[in-house]
Nanobody, 123 residues
Framework: QVQLVESGGGLVQAGGSLRLSCAAS????????MGWFRQAPGKEREFVAY????????DYQDSVKGRLTISRDNAKNTGYLQMRSLKPEDTAVYYC????????????????WGQGTQVTVSS
């Protein structure tokens, strides 16, 4: 069982930066794929990025490539999403998630979810 708690969201101007954190409980987290997803008002939850259990594999949604960076520190049971050059269209609730199997971008394939953290980018 893995429990996830996100933090670090907030209000930022376009072009600014934020770093989201995802604190995990449970010894198995270090063996899990971790993903970040987001959901804007009136839209479906969408994939943002994932990182494999050892950080050796990452992938991103095309719209965030070069601006967002996913990372993890298994010794601290924590994952991160560094967000730079933010745009108003990045405004959403951001969720971290974990899955016991290999990397995947499918929302429904993740077993564990955090409660989400709001990111608002003003123009």
């Amino acid at each position: 069982q893995v429990q996830l708690v996100e933090s670090g969201g907030g209000l930022v101007q376009a072009g600014g930066s934020l770093r989201l954190s995802c604190a995990a409980s449970g010894r198995a987290f270090s063996t899990y794929t971790m993903g970040w997803f987001r959901q804007a008002p009136g839209k479906e939850r969408e994939f943002v990025a994932y990182i494999s259990w050892n950080g050796g594999s990452t992938d991103y949604q095309d719209s965030v490539k070069g601006r967002l960076t996913i990372s993890r520190d298994n010794a601290k049971n924590t994952g991160y999403l560094q967000m730079r050059s933010l745009k108003p269209e990045d405004t959403a609730v951001y969720y971290c998630a974990a899955r016991a199997r290999g990397p995947a971008a499918l929302t429904g394939s993740y077993q564990y979810w955090g409660q989400g953290t709001q990111v608002t980018v003003s123009s």
